[in-house]
Every structure is written in structure tokens, then in C-alpha cells.
């Protein structure tokens, strides 16, 4: 039983198929197709289908217009790819702390990067939705607000789930209290294209960016180019022009992935409310084994589209080591993970930036096991886990 694994329906591998049957492979109706989905399940004006998070978190940067000088306030409990996507524009990272309960960076942790940014110009913060919980993105963008800091949330954890703006329910990817929202379709998330990603905002400048800076930089409307006399004949847009107004990557996703997409779209419900009823099985078997074994702490108002089911199990108090109790699971066929090392602590970032204090970051990460989640586990599988998770804890 690994951590996560997709779920691979008859109707996925229809639609892929008929993809392989058709004349597009790539920038064909399957795009449009998924992205239509995208808009629909994330309630966003625009959402924009690119090769995985990773392009899709890159592109949120250049839209942006990040650079030398700037900085990305980053919760350095994340996977490298929230940090490592500032320092491909050039800017810099100033890693935030966490909470300890829930690894959500809060409105005060954002406040205490803001005052480290020394002579750096901090021009947006990345709000990690951990594990699928959504962090306090109301006061994350009031802060923002008055920091003039733009908000890219990263919600390659958060696909399918909702949280309270106002009073009222709204999806995650609805951009209600951000600039845009990032999400990944890697095979361990919540819906998976294998590899894939969509951007989401409701900015009709930043969509037309993100457009563009996917593919090469191009604009192939000729309503868009600046140069008449290589665009147009008499008047007629030349057939074979296109314009290139800054420079851009290859970051499509194909037909295929995108047809793959679309499925895992149609039954996001269904992977989000089984995901919730396994999360739920796990509180009610892990109760008893309170403090020494704890869910990771809750956020209220929302209902999270559940990434991941992270236990906080105090391993020096139970006389074991994490790396004990996960070679001791692994024994019984059940893959556990750990999310993350902060990844302020990384080589590459502690040469650039030295030892960060981030406490919070710190004791989360001391306690965090990722059990398995995914939809095809069954009700007995948790109890299975559990049994098998005490019994290496020595309970
Ligand atoms: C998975 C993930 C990404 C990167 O997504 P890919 O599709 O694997 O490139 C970025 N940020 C977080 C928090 C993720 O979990």
C-alpha cells in the first residue's frame, strides 16, 4: 500500500485513447476541453492547462513579473518547487514560518518575513493549502493588501475544496482572496493528467501572460501585435505570423494529458468526499492514542480537498525514531513519506540565505508521517494502518 496513487477509471482510458485516434495530439479540442472543467470545478474566469505545477508555479512568477531584487515570501514547509520557481525568475526567497499544529503559514508569520526582507522588495507571497487544508487566506491578503504584496496561492495540495470568504463558501482556485492559484495533477494528488497543472485567476491581463508565456512568448491573435507592416498584407492578417513580444517556454499540456484530466475531473466529487470519509476513519482509529498520536490540528470554516493524512506522533516520548517505525511499516507492506524537510534547510538554501530559525517548521517537521491516502484504499485498510502504526509505536 504506497502513501497516494491515482485512480484509473475504463472512461480515462477511453478518452486518452481516442485522443491517439484523433489529429491532435497537442494544442487541440482536448485542451479547450479540460480547461472548460478547470473553470467549472474551480468557479476562476480563466484557467490555463500547462505541463505540471512546477511550469504552472514558474509561469505565476513571470506573469507576475518577479526579478533581481524581488522577493517570494515562501512557508518553508512546502515541497522545493514554491521556492525553487522564485529563484527561476532570479528573485529571491524569504522563507516564513509555520504553524506547528497545521503547517499553514498564518497572517502573523507573514508579517514577521515581511519585517526579515532587509534590503530585498518583497512583491508577492505563495500560501501553501497543506495537505489540502486551506490556509487563512482572508488574512493572508489583508496583510498582503496593505504590504502591496501580490497573493499566488499554491494549491497543488487543494484541488476539489472549499473554504469560507464572507460568510459563504468558495472553492479553492476561485481566486476570491488572490491574484491567481496553482495546482498540480501529479499521480499522488487529488485528480492526476500524469503529469499536469492548471493556473487559475480571474485577472484578464495575467490569463493573457500566462497564455502567451506557455508558449513561447507568441501571440498568434492578430488583434495582438504591435507590428503592422510584418503582420499584414493590404491590410489581412499574414497567415503565417506570429508575434513574439517577450521570450516564453514550452509549457503545454498535450491532448492526451489534458483528455486524461478531464475525466479525473468529472469525478473529483467522488475523490474528494472518499478522501474525507478515509480522513475521518483515520481521527476516530487514532483517538485513543491521543497525544502521543495526533492528526495533524484543524482549520475551521472549510472543507479541505484532502491531499494527504499526516499523523504528529511524538517519537522520542514513545522511545522510537520515525526512521524505525517507517522501516518497521514498510515491513507490512505499508508506505508511509514525510512532507517535508523545510526547505530553507536544503543545501542549496541554507548556502544562500545560512540557518533560518523557524521553530514552528521545525517541530512540525520533527513529528509529521504522511499514512496512505488515496480512493480505491477501503474502510480496512485504515484500520490496518493504524493497528500495524501503533504496534511499531509500541502501544
Ligand atoms: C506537487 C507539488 C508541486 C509541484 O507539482 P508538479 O506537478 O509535481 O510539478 C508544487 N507545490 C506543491 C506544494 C506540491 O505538492
Given at each position: 500500500m504506497p502513501y497516494g496513487r491515482q485512480s484509473i477509471d475504463q472512461a480515462d482510458i477511453d478518452a486518452v485513447v481516442a485522443v491517439l485516434e484523433s489529429?491532435?495530439?497537442?494544442?487541440?479540442?482536448a485542451v479547450d476541453r479540460f480547461e472548460e472543467a478547470a473553470r467549472e470545478v474551480t468557479g476562476a474566469r480563466h484557467a490555463l492547462a500547462c505541463s505540471n505545477g512546477t511550469a504552472g508555479l514558474h509561469l505565476a512568477t513571470l506573469a507576475l513579473e518577479l526579478g533581481s531584487g524581488d522577493a517570494l515570501i515562501v512557508p518553508t514547509l512546502t515541497f522545493l518547487a514554491t521556492a525553487n520557481c522564485a529563484r527561476y525568475v532570479g528573485a529571491e526567497v524569504i522563507f516564513a514560518d509555520v504553524d506547528p499544529e497545521t503547517a499553514l503559514i498564518e497572517p502573523h508569520h507573514l508579517e514577521e518575513a515581511l519585517a526579515r526582507a532587509g534590503d530585498l522588495r518583497p512583491v508577492a507571497v505563495a500560501p501553501v493549502h497543506f495537505g489540502g487544508q486551506v490556509a487563512d487566506l482572508q488574512g493572508l491578503s489583508a496583510v498582503a493588501r496593505t504590504s502591496g504584496l501580490h497573493v499566488m496561492e499554491d494549491a497543488c495540495h487543494a484541488l476539489g475544496g472549499t473554504y469560507t470568504h464572507d460568510g459563504k463558501q468558495v472553492r479553492v482556485g476561485a481566486c476570491a482572496d488572490s491574484d491567481l492559484a496553482v495546482f498540480s495533477l501529479h499521480?499522488?494528488?487529488?485528480?492526476?493528467?500524469?503529469e499536469g497543472g492548471i493556473v487559475t485567476t480571474n485577472d484578464d491581463r495575467l490569463a493573457e501572460r500566462v497564455a502567451r508565456l506557455r508558449t513561447?512568448?507568441?501571440?498568434?491573435?492578430?488583434?495582438?501585435?504591435?507590428?503592422r507592416d510584418q503582420g499584414f498584407t493590404d491590410g489581412m492578417a499574414n497567415a503565417w505570423y506570429y508575434e513574439m513580444p517577450e521570450v516564453g517556454l514550452n509549457y503545454r499540456a498535450s491532448d492526451l494529458h489534458c483528455a486524461l484530466g478531464a475525466t479525473q475531473l468529472s469525478r473529483l466529487n467522488h475523490f474528494v468526499t472518499r478522501r474525507a470519509e478515509l480522513v475521518a476513519a483515520y481521527d476516530a482509529a487514532l483517538?485513543?492514542?491521543?497525544?502521543?498520536i495526533r492528526p495533524v490540528g484543524r482549520r475551521p470554516d472549510q472543507m479541505p480537498g484532502w491531499h494527504l493524512f499526516i499523523a504528529l506522533i511524538d517519537f522520542e516520548a514513545l522511545g522510537t525514531t520515525r526512521a524505525a517505525v517507517m522501516a518497521a511499516l514498510r515491513e507490512e507492506g505499508i508506505g508511509t513519506q514525510v512532507h517535508y524537510l523545510p526547505v530553507h534547510r536544503q543545501p542549496y538554501y541554507r548556502d544562500r540565505?545560512?540557518?533560518?530559525?523557524?521553530p514552528g517548521a521545525d517541530a512540525f517537521y520533527e513529528r509529521c508521517l504522511s499514512l496512505p491516502l488515496f480512493p480505491g484504499m477501503e474502510d480496512d485498510d485504515v484500520r490496518r494502518v493504524v493497528e500495524a502504526l501503533t504496534r511499531a509505536c509500541g502501544l
Open positions: 489529429d491532435w495530439l497537442t494544442t487541440g479540442p499521480p499522488v494528488k487529488t485528480a492526476t493528467m500524469a513561447h512568448g507568441t501571440i498568434r491573435e492578430p488583434s495582438g501585435w504591435s507590428d483517538a485513543p492514542f491521543s497525544p502521543a540565505y545560512g540557518s533560518l530559525d523557524l
